[in-house]
């Protein structure tokens, strides 16, 4: 196998410190660059470089002796990006744009780029495949549909190498490192602190969608088959080609099955109380991620529900035991 030295953007956050992790393992060189907006400088994995900075600096980074660079940095708050969506634009678009502008400078031409199930919006059509239509109900998935056409035009234009990986909802944890979003906003961490007894109750955010038990229905998918996904990426990524992958399971659980697994996980008892919808959520999300089993050989390993909120316990118990930070 080819080994690579990569520039991780995000690298001290959830998704990015785990894929750094595999890289390591798998033996590439890695150095992270992140302005800790909402990372952790101790999620950054031993063996690798830091650099606290931000993308719109990576000029003073990259170099000719960067082969790839993976970028997770990026402002990833639905609800935030409906309020401000200004700051959306500037650090997902605009920053992408100057790493775009650096990495051509510095003459880096492989791109694998977190993008998201968000750039669909409310699908007419489940599984989702890459070629429904891309139609966002908020300015987070807007500005990673933005930068999925910048990629395009710069691998169609210089040559880049470009991946964009769609990921549906991204759950679990690798060894120690897992979700420490803080606020948290996601599903199943927050059913883990209340199994916890850290929050009182889950609330449910809409029990009346046109769904077998009226909750929003997701695709969960392992951080740590996502992490291998990113390895094939690097791998399969062509010049002059932009290659857009979907990443999830293709099977969907309500909010209440989650709920009800994370129950069974954990023999806790977990309170849960329905509430209003949350506003631009779709009732249905589930990926059909055949391009990326064809393409990429991807083989998701830990498909099964109960095992990504097993690994997310595992982590969220160990945190609040203090033997992880
Ligand atoms: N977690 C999910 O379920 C999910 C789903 C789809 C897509 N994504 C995408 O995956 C990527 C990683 O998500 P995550 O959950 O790990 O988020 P995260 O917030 O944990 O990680 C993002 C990291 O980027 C850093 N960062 C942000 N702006 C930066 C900048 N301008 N310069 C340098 N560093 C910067 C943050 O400090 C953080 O460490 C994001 O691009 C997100 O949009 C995540
Ligand atoms: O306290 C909560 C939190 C979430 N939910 C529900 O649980 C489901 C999953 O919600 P998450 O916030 O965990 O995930 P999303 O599906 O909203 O978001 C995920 O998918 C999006 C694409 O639509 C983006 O990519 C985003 O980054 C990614 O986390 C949704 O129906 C949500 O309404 C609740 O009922 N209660």
Not at 3 to 12: P, R, W, Y
Not at 65 to 70: E, G, H, N
Not at 159 to 168: I, K, P, Q
Not at 243 to 251: E, F, M, W
Request: proline share 6%; charged share 20%; net charge negative.
């Amino acid at each position: 196998m080819n080994t690579s030295k990569c520039l991780v953007t995000g690298g001290a956050g959830y998704v990015g410190s785990v894929v750094a992790a595999h890289l390591l393992a798998a033996g590439h060189t890695v150095t992270v660059l992140d302005d800790l907006s909402t990372g952790h400088r101790d999620a950054v994995p031993e063996g690798a470089r830091f650099i606290e900075g931000r993308v719109q600096e990576a000029a003073r980074h990259l170099d000719g002796s960067y082969d790839a660079v993976l970028h997770f940095a990026a402002c990833s708050q639905v609800g935030e990006s409906v309020a401000r969506p200004e700051k959306y634009w500037r650090n997902n678009v605009g920053g992408t744009l100057d790493l775009l502008d650096a990495m051509r400078a510095a003459g880096v031409r492989t791109l694998v780029f977190s993008s998201t199930a968000a750039t669909y919006g409310q699908p007419a059509v489940v599984p989702v495949t890459e070629d429904s239509p891309t139609v966002p109900t908020n300015p987070y998935g807007a500005s990673k549909l933005a930068v999925d056409h910048m990629i395009a035009a710069e691998c169609a234009a210089h040559g880049l190498a470009g991946v964009s990986l769609r990921y549906f909802n991204v759950a679990g944890a690798y060894g120690r490192w897992g979700e420490r979003h803080e606020p948290e906003s996601h599903l199943v961490p927050l059913v883990l602190r209340t199994a916890l007894g850290e929050r009182p109750e889950i609330a449910v955010h809409g029990d009346d969608y046109p769904t077998p038990d009226g909750t929003c229905v997701r695709d969960y998918l392992h951080v740590a088959d996502l992490a291998e996904a990113h390895l094939l990426a690097l791998a399969a990524a062509r010049p002059g080609e932009h290659l857009v992958c979907n990443l999830g399971n293709g099977n969907g659980f309500s909010v209440r099955e989650v709920v009800e697994t994370a129950r069974e996980v954990t023999g806790r008892p977990i309170p849960q109380r329905a509430g209003p919808r949350r506003p631009g959520d779709p009732a249905v999300l589930v990926a059909s991620a055949e391009r990326a089993r064809e393409v990429l050989g991807w083989r998701p390993r830990r498909p099964d529900l109960g095992d990504i909120i097993a690994d997310a316990w595992e982590f969220a118990r160990r945190t609040a035991d203090g033997e992880l930070p």
